[in-house]
């Protein structure tokens, strides 16, 4: 059974910083991607962070601000979020796939989906 677990939400004020990880376990395709998504109140879910073994992608809003890395040991990934503007303000989710994806900023490309947890950036 696959589970992914995210922490490290929370409050901070524009221009500071926070961490999001995400545990995952129970995935035995080592090829699949992993993925930061973010919905803010009465949005859709995008896409914002995506890492396979060998590439990233970042939705054009976020680059140069957020980084994602694996720890493809421990299995757990995480949203480095520098920079952090009111509009980056909404439940972050962490998502993986099954394996090798086209679209890696798609939310329909993933299979398995955290519960979120939840950033808030005041101005």
């Known amino acids: 059974q696959v589970q992914l677990v995210e922490s490290g939400g929370g409050s901070v004020q524009a221009g500071g910083s926070l961490r999001l990880s995400c545990a995952a376990s129970?995935?035995?395709?080592?090829?699949?991607?992993m993925a930061w998504f973010r919905q803010a109140s009465g949005e859709e879910r995008e896409g914002v962070a995506v890492?396979?073994?060998?590439?990233?992608w970042y939705a054009e809003p976020v680059k140069g601000r957020f980084t994602i890395s694996k720890d493809r040991d421990k299995n757990i990934a995480y949203l480095q979020m520098n920079s952090l503007k009111p509009e980056d303000t909404a439940m972050y989710y962490c998502?993986?796939?099954?394996?090798?994806?086209?679209?890696?900023?798609?939310?329909?490309?993933?299979?398995?989906w955290g519960q979120g947890t939840q950033v808030t950036v005041s101005s």
């Open positions: 129970g995935l035995t395709d080592s090829s699949f991607f």
């Open positions: 890492r396979s073994d060998g590439d990233t």
């Open positions: 998502a993986a796939s099954r394996g090798w994806v086209s679209r890696p900023l798609m939310r329909y490309e993933y299979n398995y």
